[in-house]
């Protein structure tokens, strides 16, 4: 039986576990409009984590007495798949998914026009199919493609990612054991436009100093994951005869 609390996080090369540096993101892979039947979708692979989101609306507000006379409401349901983790999750809504939907609607509200659509509402839909820590900000990454992709004006998209702490240094994209056996965890959510943080959490201890340098690893890292986004978008809506032109004067 492994014993965690032997688990050297950084070994003596300064590598992870997963043999990255500390300031290293998991690969990441994103594609917008994945399914045929939601406004509009993605799909991301972040490292191990499989994630996808759909969009509804805008549509009539259900229930009715939810609606907002004055903007749109959003509303975000969080899931983790039952067989998404090492052991079976229980299905069905629990605290950790309502807090998780919560966070992001309150992220994405910040950058959809709500203005635009009184009196209805735009449904997010997480599924997370396969998790490996860090499913807040992936979900949230994907969701915010997801609207872009049903045509949603936004002010931008929400590129998020968490840093945190593993046997006392400071690490960005924080792994699952390092979620478990670290000493912190700072999940964070950029707007690149307008420099806001519409998302800030933080389980564990940082000193002043230190959570001023993981913040400031995660926005950097934010401005990456949004370059990946922005892909995503273009690639599903650039006209393929000028994606081969692009192609072609590429090989030239
Ligand atoms: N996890 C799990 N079952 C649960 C909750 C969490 O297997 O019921 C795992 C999953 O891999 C998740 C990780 O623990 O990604 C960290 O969960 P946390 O609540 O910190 O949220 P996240 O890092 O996914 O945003």
Known sequence: MICLTEIKLIDDDGLRLDGRKPDELRPIKIE?????????????????????????????VQPKYLQDTAKAIVQVSYNMAAFAGDDRIRPG?????????????????????TGQYPRSSIDVYIEVLEADAGTRCAGLTAASVAVADAGIPMIDLVPSVAAGKADGQLVLDVGKLEDNKGQADLPLAYVPRTGEIVLL??????TRKELEMAMKMAIDACKEIHVIQQDALKRKYTPQSSVNTNEQEAEQ
């Open 32 to 60: 917008a409009g994945v399914l045929d039947n939601a406004d509009g979708s993605a799909y991301v692979e972040w490292g191990n984590n499989k994630i996808i989101a759909a969009v509804y609306g805008p549509r009539e």
């Open 93 to 113: 809504p629990n605290r950790r998914a309502t807090e998780i939907s919560k966070i992001t609607a309150e992220a994405l509200e910040r950058v959809i026009l």
């Open 201 to 206: 959490q933080m389980d564990g201890h940082f």
